[in-house]
Protein backbone atom coordinates (compact mmCIF):
# COMPACT_ATOMS: atom_id res chain seq x y z
CA UNK A 1 0.00 0.00 0.00
CA UNK A 2 1.50 3.48 -0.79
CA UNK A 3 -0.04 6.46 1.41
CA UNK A 4 -0.06 9.94 0.80
CA UNK A 5 0.86 11.62 3.93
CA UNK A 6 0.13 15.57 4.41
CA UNK A 7 1.94 17.49 7.64
CA UNK A 8 0.46 21.06 8.42
CA UNK A 9 1.19 23.52 10.72
CA UNK A 10 -2.48 25.48 10.85
CA UNK A 11 -1.65 28.09 13.56
CA UNK A 12 -5.67 26.87 14.71
CA UNK A 13 -6.97 28.32 11.48
CA UNK A 14 -5.75 31.71 11.61
CA UNK A 15 -4.09 33.04 8.14
CA UNK A 16 -2.28 35.70 6.64
CA UNK A 17 -5.05 37.76 6.70
CA UNK A 18 -5.91 36.68 10.25
CA UNK A 19 -9.08 35.81 9.69
CA UNK A 20 -9.55 32.35 11.38
CA UNK A 21 -10.70 30.31 8.35
CA UNK A 22 -11.45 26.38 9.13
CA UNK A 23 -13.30 26.29 5.86
CA UNK A 24 -10.25 27.55 4.54
CA UNK A 25 -7.47 24.91 6.09
CA UNK A 26 -10.16 22.00 4.65
CA UNK A 27 -9.96 23.36 1.66
CA UNK A 28 -6.11 23.50 1.16
CA UNK A 29 -5.91 19.46 3.06
CA UNK A 30 -8.70 18.26 0.99
CA UNK A 31 -7.00 19.26 -2.28
CA UNK A 32 -3.93 17.24 -1.68
CA UNK A 33 -5.68 14.66 -1.35
CA UNK A 34 -4.59 12.78 1.26
CA UNK A 35 -4.92 9.29 2.64
CA UNK A 36 -3.56 10.60 5.86
CA UNK A 37 -2.93 14.38 7.16
CA UNK A 38 -0.95 15.24 10.23
CA UNK A 39 -1.59 18.72 11.60
CA UNK A 40 -0.07 20.29 14.40
CA UNK A 41 -1.73 23.94 16.06
CA UNK A 42 -5.12 21.77 15.23
CA UNK A 43 -6.49 22.80 19.17
CA UNK A 44 -7.02 26.08 20.88
CA UNK A 45 -4.29 26.20 23.32
CA UNK A 46 -6.52 27.91 25.93
CA UNK A 47 -9.94 26.80 28.45
CA UNK A 48 -11.26 23.23 27.14
CA UNK A 49 -8.89 23.62 24.31
CA UNK A 50 -11.39 23.10 22.02
CA UNK A 51 -10.70 22.44 18.31
CA UNK A 52 -9.97 25.04 15.23
CA UNK A 53 -11.42 22.20 12.77
CA UNK A 54 -14.70 21.21 14.18
CA UNK A 55 -15.60 17.48 13.46
CA UNK A 56 -18.88 18.29 11.19
CA UNK A 57 -17.18 20.02 9.35
CA UNK A 58 -14.22 17.65 8.52
CA UNK A 59 -16.64 15.01 7.78
CA UNK A 60 -19.01 17.14 5.18
CA UNK A 61 -16.34 19.01 3.51
CA UNK A 62 -13.39 16.29 2.82
CA UNK A 63 -12.95 12.93 2.38
CA UNK A 64 -11.38 12.26 5.82
CA UNK A 65 -12.22 11.78 9.55
CA UNK A 66 -10.72 12.82 12.92
CA UNK A 67 -8.88 10.29 14.81
CA UNK A 68 -10.14 9.40 18.21
CA UNK A 69 -7.30 11.41 20.23
CA UNK A 70 -7.96 13.87 22.54
CA UNK A 71 -9.04 13.89 26.05
CA UNK A 72 -11.84 15.95 26.20
CA UNK A 73 -15.19 16.99 24.05
CA UNK A 74 -13.95 19.68 22.49
CA UNK A 75 -10.89 18.95 21.19
CA UNK A 76 -9.74 16.75 18.38
CA UNK A 77 -6.14 16.64 19.19
CA UNK A 78 -3.39 16.06 21.68
CA UNK A 79 -1.39 18.89 22.57
CA UNK A 80 -2.79 20.44 19.22
CA UNK A 81 -1.03 17.46 17.31
CA UNK A 82 -4.27 16.10 15.57
CA UNK A 83 -4.76 13.41 12.79
CA UNK A 84 -6.65 12.57 10.01
CA UNK A 85 -7.66 9.46 7.85
CA UNK A 86 -9.45 8.72 4.82
CA UNK A 87 -13.39 7.63 5.55
CA UNK A 88 -12.55 3.86 4.13
CA UNK A 89 -8.89 3.76 5.84
CA UNK A 90 -8.71 1.50 8.81
CA UNK A 91 -6.71 2.68 12.04
CA UNK A 92 -5.27 0.12 13.41
CA UNK A 93 -3.72 1.54 16.29
CA UNK A 94 -3.79 5.11 18.13
CA UNK A 95 -1.76 6.53 20.94
CA UNK A 96 -1.21 9.68 22.87
CA UNK A 97 2.56 10.20 23.88
CA UNK A 98 3.40 12.79 26.85
CA UNK A 99 7.03 14.39 26.02
CA UNK A 100 9.55 16.49 28.21
CA UNK A 101 9.99 19.74 27.90
CA UNK A 102 9.51 23.35 29.58
CA UNK A 103 6.02 24.25 27.40
CA UNK A 104 3.15 21.11 27.29
CA UNK A 105 4.11 19.07 24.14
CA UNK A 106 3.42 15.44 23.14
CA UNK A 107 2.95 13.72 20.24
CA UNK A 108 0.33 11.36 18.66
CA UNK A 109 0.99 7.97 17.11
CA UNK A 110 -1.26 5.92 14.85
CA UNK A 111 -0.79 2.65 12.94
CA UNK A 112 -2.30 2.72 9.20
CA UNK A 113 -1.01 0.56 5.92
CA UNK A 114 1.18 -0.89 8.88
CA UNK A 115 3.02 2.30 9.03
CA UNK A 116 3.69 3.67 12.65
CA UNK A 117 3.12 7.15 11.87
CA UNK A 118 3.90 9.98 14.86
CA UNK A 119 2.75 13.67 14.15
CA UNK A 120 4.31 15.94 16.59
CA UNK A 121 5.50 19.82 17.51
CA UNK A 122 8.42 20.24 18.84
CA UNK A 123 9.96 22.28 21.40
CA UNK A 124 11.71 25.87 20.51
CA UNK A 125 15.29 25.47 22.26
CA UNK A 126 17.25 22.53 20.89
CA UNK A 127 18.37 20.93 24.18
CA UNK A 128 14.09 20.24 24.49
CA UNK A 129 13.79 19.23 20.98
CA UNK A 130 16.32 16.86 21.28
CA UNK A 131 14.86 14.77 24.63
CA UNK A 132 11.79 15.17 22.81
CA UNK A 133 13.38 12.92 20.14
CA UNK A 134 14.53 10.55 22.57
CA UNK A 135 11.08 9.92 23.94
CA UNK A 136 9.68 9.41 20.89
CA UNK A 137 12.29 7.02 19.60
CA UNK A 138 11.96 5.18 22.97
CA UNK A 139 8.38 4.88 22.87
CA UNK A 140 8.62 3.66 19.16
CA UNK A 141 11.23 0.99 20.37
CA UNK A 142 11.33 -2.20 18.13
CA UNK A 143 8.78 -0.79 15.73
CA UNK A 144 11.00 2.38 14.66
CA UNK A 145 12.22 1.10 11.45
CA UNK A 146 8.51 1.20 10.36
CA UNK A 147 7.75 4.11 11.53
CA UNK A 148 6.92 7.99 9.51
CA UNK A 149 7.88 10.59 12.34
CA UNK A 150 5.74 13.47 10.78
CA UNK A 151 5.67 17.38 12.04
CA UNK A 152 6.84 20.78 12.74
CA UNK A 153 10.02 20.08 14.00
CA UNK A 154 11.17 23.53 14.96
CA UNK A 155 14.84 22.63 13.82
CA UNK A 156 16.25 25.79 11.45
CA UNK A 157 19.46 23.96 10.70
CA UNK A 158 20.24 21.90 7.87
CA UNK A 159 23.49 20.38 9.76
CA UNK A 160 22.44 19.79 12.71
CA UNK A 161 19.79 18.90 15.45
CA UNK A 162 18.45 15.23 14.77
CA UNK A 163 21.52 13.69 16.75
CA UNK A 164 19.01 11.62 18.72
CA UNK A 165 17.62 10.15 15.56
CA UNK A 166 21.03 9.64 13.71
CA UNK A 167 20.76 5.63 13.77
CA UNK A 168 17.17 5.31 13.77
CA UNK A 169 15.49 7.48 11.47
CA UNK A 170 16.15 9.68 8.31
CA UNK A 171 14.99 12.83 8.39
CA UNK A 172 13.78 14.29 5.24
CA UNK A 173 13.29 18.13 4.32
CA UNK A 174 10.81 18.26 1.35
CA UNK A 175 11.68 22.38 0.60
CA UNK A 176 10.96 25.70 2.75
CA UNK A 177 7.71 26.00 4.09
CA UNK A 178 8.09 28.97 6.60
CA UNK A 179 7.48 31.39 6.76
CA UNK A 180 4.64 31.25 4.10
CA UNK A 181 4.68 34.61 2.75
CA UNK A 182 8.05 34.15 1.83
CA UNK A 183 9.62 30.05 2.51
CA UNK A 184 12.83 29.74 3.71
CA UNK A 185 13.03 27.51 6.73
CA UNK A 186 12.78 24.04 6.44
CA UNK A 187 10.75 23.49 10.00
CA UNK A 188 8.14 21.40 8.44
CA UNK A 189 10.08 17.71 7.62
CA UNK A 190 9.34 13.71 7.91
CA UNK A 191 12.05 11.12 9.38
CA UNK A 192 11.40 7.80 8.31
CA UNK A 193 12.74 4.45 9.45
CA UNK A 194 14.91 1.93 7.35
CA UNK A 195 11.84 -0.15 6.61
CA UNK A 196 9.37 3.00 5.07
CA UNK A 197 10.47 4.13 2.01
CA UNK A 198 9.31 7.85 0.65
CA UNK A 199 9.14 7.52 -3.35
CA UNK A 200 8.28 11.33 -3.31
CA UNK A 201 7.47 14.59 -1.61
CA UNK A 202 7.63 18.42 -1.52
CA UNK A 203 5.73 21.50 -0.47
CA UNK A 204 2.42 22.69 -1.19
CA UNK A 205 2.78 26.34 -2.00
CA UNK A 206 0.53 29.14 -4.23
CA UNK A 207 -3.14 29.42 -3.97
CA UNK A 208 -5.18 29.48 -0.86
CA UNK A 209 -1.42 27.01 0.77
CA UNK A 210 0.13 30.47 0.66
CA UNK A 211 -2.63 32.31 3.01
CA UNK A 212 -4.50 29.87 5.09
CA UNK A 213 -1.53 29.71 7.36
CA UNK A 214 1.99 30.95 8.23
CA UNK A 215 3.15 27.38 7.06
CA UNK A 216 2.81 25.83 4.20
CA UNK A 217 1.74 21.97 3.94
CA UNK A 218 4.20 19.59 2.98
CA UNK A 219 3.49 15.62 1.86
CA UNK A 220 5.21 12.75 0.67
CA UNK A 221 4.04 9.30 -0.95
CA UNK A 222 5.74 6.44 1.35
CA UNK A 223 4.96 2.67 1.53
CA UNK A 224 6.65 -0.16 3.20
CA UNK A 225 10.37 -0.80 1.61
CA UNK A 226 10.67 -4.19 0.06
Known amino acids: MTLRIVSYNIRKAVGLDWRRSPARV ?3 IDGLD ?3 AVLQEADKRLGARPTALPREMIERETALRPVDLSLGAGGIGWH ?3 VLVRKDLPVEARMRLVLPGLEPRGAV ?3 VGGIWIVGTHLGLLRRW ?4 MATILRHLGHVASHALVAGDFNEWSMARGFEP ?3 ALHVVAPGPSFH ?3 PTAFLDRFAHGSAVQILDHGVARGGLAGMASDHLPIWAEVQQAR
Open 26 to 28: LRV
Open 34 to 36: PDV
Open 80 to 82: GNA
Open 109 to 111: LVR
Open 129 to 132: RQLQ
Open 165 to 167: WQD
Open 180 to 182: ASR
